[in-house]
T-cell receptor, first 116, second 115 residues
């Protein structure tokens, strides 16, 4: 069975600081996809990024960047120059190629609070 | 274009009652999934449907059931409600089924409180 661990329950930073959210996953499958979602207080999960298990290139999108390291089974997310609007719960998730369903397995989330 | 819509947004029930939650996927999306999110935890997979057929089921009791309609909308039914069923129920839709790279887009959820 697969598992996603987000050890940081809550993080608080001051605006303009950089912050990294950690994600460690476990799976025996060799083909899988990793995702990050953002959940603001409204409740809707907002898709941020998808990365497949064969692509270990880091990705940058504006103030967001992602570091995927297969050797350590980690898929960490960094927000540069954080803003108050970044305050939300962030979830890392995994889906496998094998099996009949394409369900997402989520971590427990990291509550990020950006203070003005 | 409208995103995933869920109704109702909030619901209060008492133990033993039955509840029906509804979900309309993004236009053109044919697969719908349901997740339960208990306060302080990540979402847990309940069901996935594609072309009106159940394609996956999570570790939930038989009190939970779902169906998908010809227009791809979906209902989640929960019988004999327990206090522990209190949660945010999220619906997600994706374009097709079978591609592991599918992105699931989520609605804002239905918050169910069981008293």
């Amino acid at each position: 069975a697969q598992k996603v661990t987000q050890a940081q329950t809550e993080i608080s930073v001051v605006e303009k600081e950089d912050v990294t959210l950690d994600c460690v996953y476990e799976t025996r499958d060799t083909t899988y996809y990793l995702f990050w979602y953002k959940q603001p207080p409204s409740g809707e999960l907002v898709f941020l990024i998808r990365r497949n298990s064969f692509d270990e290139q880091n990705e940058i999108s504006g103030r967001y960047s992602w570091n995927f390291q297969k050797s350590t089974s980690s898929f960490n997310f960094t927000i540069t120059a954080s803003q108050v609007v970044d305050s939300a719960v962030y979830f890392c998730a995994l889906t496998l190629l094998g099996g009949s369903a394409r369900q997402l397995t989520f971590g427990s989330g990291t509550q990020l609070t950006v203070l003005p | 274009d409208a995103g995933v819509t869920q109704s109702p947004t909030h619901l209060i029930k008492t133990r033993g009652q039955h509840v029906t939650l509804r979900c309309s996927p993004i236009s053109g999306h044919k697969s719908v999934s349901w997740y339960q999110q208990v306060l302080g935890q990540g979402p847990q997979f309940i069901f996935q449907y594609y072309e009106k057929e159940e394609r996956g089921r999570g570790n939930f009791p038989d009190r939970f059931s779902a169906r998908q309609f010809p227009n791809y909308s979906s209902e989640l039914n929960v019988n004999a409600l327990l206090l522990g069923d209190s949660a945010l129920y999220l619906c997600a839709s994706s374009l097709v089924f079978g591609y592991v790279k599918n992105i699931q887009y989520f609605g804002a959820g239905t918050r169910l409180s069981v008293l």
